[in-house]
């Protein structure tokens, strides 16, 4: 390829023009044949780059490509690779300026201005092929962006004046009426790609139900040549005439406004949903009628009125099976409206004034124990009947015993709601004001069931005080001790305690002296405040209550005749307990 001579020469002329690399003065004043040179390689393929460096050092061409266009490029170590470069961009070896110095010095360069050296674009194999890592700079390129060739964007006289906005590069088909800000519906993934949803949502109208299905130039009839900006997003701005033509019902005739989605949702049109329906006239989004109609027109059969309804068309009834299941109800008759009067809800046997007028069935024991009117209605042509015992299995022979001594009790319905009007067991009101308070005063929720007191299921004349209180006659007749007529035995507790409450011997101030009246009323506690002694109720003090001393009685005494320190002479002359008696 190149002779000794040649090759001397070329060496010679390298030196002349100023290089000074160590692989030359190899080669310098040597006699060795051009194939013996070949043999070193490394030094071989550095000597062809000073070669060339030194042919073209005053050429426009740079020299990597005369190389490359040569087939000896390939023939470059990975390590050797910077020293050839710098031989072909810096003759001087002895240069150890700046990077710009360097590329100032290298002629023919086409970059007039570059900041970044030639490695960070340039690889070895060929400088026509660029690899830069777009992610590191302030811009990274994405999507389509990643196939657009760099001189689209770049001079390459200085690439780092580049414009970054979209217009720079691409034209306006919207005439900027939808502003400089590209980003918010396209990006580098391709002009046609957008989330119609996302940029809806920052709107006034964002996307929702069949609208996501909704083509773009469905709405934005003006797009892309101008801006998507809609004269109205009112519903009837695109369903004008879905709302004319409508006639089940008809929306003109019954003054419907033109405000869709009052009734309708995005989801689908029918059937509409109006949602104060339920608690202003019938519940047909919850309850038994949920998901039980179609449109507007099952129940409002007049398409011209929906105040009219019907009942009957559903549900299939008729007069006679009607008339005949409603006997004594008051009020009823054969029209939806009374049907709904009394089935507000919706819901068979919801007749919520039962329990006001008639018997507690939807509160109370009794709610939730029966099925339907029958149970307790026997008779399906009269409502007036009723039955009690049919229900809770009772007998006459249970019963009977139970009620013994029980005013006015008969085996009959009508009796047992006289005496338990709530359907509560023992329910015999009258009981307080008749014969002793049980669901008032100490003894109210004091007791389960009338065994409690009493305890002979045949005769409730039979009571019994003893054996609830667990009072014992030990403990029982000291404490009666001088009480007239006393007796351990519940009739002669009831005789003397008849409110239950203790201490209620209301034959005191009549016989005795006066403590539930006069000056003594609520000035003591129990008995024993009294009288003292626990034993012998016919002992009592009247000193030791008042905080009498003798000496100031004494003094207040003078001249009373018969007068004497002691109880037994203050109840003599104060048998009422006034100090002027």
């Not at 960070?120 to 811009?139: G, L």
């Not at 980003?183 to 391709?190: D, Q």
């Not at 109840?571 to 006034?578: A, E, F, K, Q, S």
């Amino acid at each position: 390829m190149f002779g000794n001579r040649l090759i001397r020469k070329m060496i010679y002329w390298y030196y002349q023009k100023g290089g000074n690399h160590p692989a030359a003065r190899t080669f310098r004043g040597a006699s060795w044949s051009f194939s013996d040179i070949r043999c070193r390689c490394d030094q071989f393929v550095i000597l062809l780059f000073i070669v060339v460096s030194a042919l073209l050092i005053d050429s426009e061409i740079c020299p990597a490509q005369i190389m490359e266009k040569s087939g000896l490029l390939h023939l470059l170590p990975i390590s050797n690779l910077s020293a050839p470069m710098f031989l072909i961009h810096a003759p001087s070896h002895k240069t150890t300026g700046s990077f710009q110095i360097q590329q100032q010095q290298a002629k023919g360069h086409p970059h007039k201005v570059l900041t970044e050296p030639c490695q960070s674009c340039h690889v070895f194999e060929s400088f026509t092929k660029i690899k830069f890592d777009h992610n590191k700079t302030s811009y990274p390129l994405e999507g389509k962006h990643q196939a657009v060739a760099c001189l689209s964007c770049h001079s390459v006289e200085n690439f780092s004046k580049v414009e970054t906005s979209c217009f720079s590069c691409h034209q306006d088909v919207h005439q900027a009426k939808m502003g400089p800000e590209c980003e918010r519906c396209h990006s580098p993934t391709g002009w046609q790609q957008f989330d119609a949803e996302a940029i809806h949502e920052r709107t006034r109208f964002p996307l929702l139900g069949r609208h996501l299905l909704v083509d773009c130039a469905t709405c934005h009839e003006s797009m892309p040549q101008t801006d998507f900006a809609l004269t109205s997003s009112r519903c009837e701005s695109c369903h004008q005439q879905e709302y004319l033509e409508t006639t089940t019902p008809n929306h003109i005739v019954n003054g419907f406004p033109p405000d869709c989605e009052n009734c309708h949702q995005m989801t689908r049109w029918q059937p509409g949903f109006l949602p104060d329906h339920d608690a202003l006239f019938f519940q047909i989004f919850s309850g038994r009628h949920k998901g039980r109609w179609e449109s507007c027109a099952t129940c409002h059969t007049d398409p011209a009125n929906t105040s009219f309804f019907t009942c009957f068309e559903c549900h299939a009834h008729n007069q006679s099976s009607m008339d005949s299941r409603h006997r004594g109800i008051s009020g009823y008759a054969y029209n939806s409206l009374t049907c709904v009067s009394c089935h507000g809800p919706g819901e068979i046997r919801r007749y919520k004034e039962h329990d006001i007028q008639f018997f507690p069935i939807f509160s109370g024991t009794h709610n939730n124990t029966w099925i339907g009117c029958a149970d307790c209605h026997t008779d399906s042509y009269d409502r007036k009947t009723y039955s009690c015992v049919t229900c809770h299995e009772h007998s006459s022979e249970l019963m009977n015993p139970a009620h013994k001594a029980v005013t006015g009790y008969i085996f009959e319905s009508n009796s047992c709601l006289g005496c338990h009007p709530n359907g509560m067991t023992g329910d015999f009101f009258e009981h307080d004001a008749a014969f002793f308070p049980i669901y008032s005063g100490v003894h109210n929720g004091t007791w389960d069931d009338c065994t409690n007191c009493h305890t002979d299921r045949s005769n409730r004349t039979v009571y019994s005080c003893v054996t609830c209180h667990e009072h014992s006659q030990e403990l029982m007749d000291p404490a009666h001790t001088g009480i007239a007529d006393y007796d351990f035995n519940s009739t002669n507790c009831l005789a003397c305690h008849p409110g239950g409450e203790i201490g209620d011997f209301e034959q005191h101030d009549n016989l005795y002296f006066p403590i539930y009246s006069g000056a003594h009323r609520n000035q003591w506690e129990n008995c024993v405040t009294c009288h003292n002694e626990s034993g012998n109720r016919k002992v009592f003090t009247c000193i030791d209550c008042h905080e009498h001393n003798k000496d100031s009685t004494d003094r207040h005494h003078t001249r009373i005749s018969d007068y004497r320190w002691e109880s037994n002479a203050c109840y003599d002359c104060h048998p009422r307990g006034r100090g002027d008696d």
